[in-house]
């Protein structure tokens, strides 16, 4: 098993930054790819950003040159760098994890932009 826990979600106006991050314990062993997804109010629950156990990064269009992921190894913890932030970012974002078997996610963290 593997437990994900969120942090650094809130309000900000829009221009503004914030940095989510994922702290992962359990059998992160297994942990093949950790990701943000995002879920706004209506919508179906999109990709952010993924980043893989060797570093290789994927990011939603959208997002490409506003958002980072990034992942320390060594503390079984993902960021997502949140740059530029529009009213339309707003949403909960979740933290997914990986394996071979199954998915992980997070509670969510709640993300509000104001324009």
């Known amino acids: 098993q593997v437990q994900l826990v969120e942090s650094g979600g809130g309000l900000v106006q829009a221009g503004g930054s914030l940095r989510l991050s994922c702290a992962a314990s359990?059998?992160?062993?297994?942990?093949?790819?950790m990701g943000w997804y995002r879920q706004a109010p209506g919508k179906q629950r999109e990709m952010v950003a993924i980043?893989?156990?060797?570093?290789?990064?994927g990011h939603l269009n959208s997002v490409k040159g506003r958002f980072t992921i990034s992942r320390d190894n060594a503390k079984n913890t993902v960021y997502l760098q949140m740059n530029s932030l529009k009213p339309d970012d707003t949403a909960v974002y979740y933290c997914?994890?990986?394996?071979?078997?199954?998915?992980?996610w997070g509670q969510g963290t709640q993300v509000t932009v104001s324009s």
């Open positions: 997914n994890a990986k394996s071979i078997k199954t998915d992980y």
């Open positions: 359990g059998s992160t062993s297994s942990i093949n790819v």
């Open positions: 980043i893989t156990s060797g570093g290789n990064t």
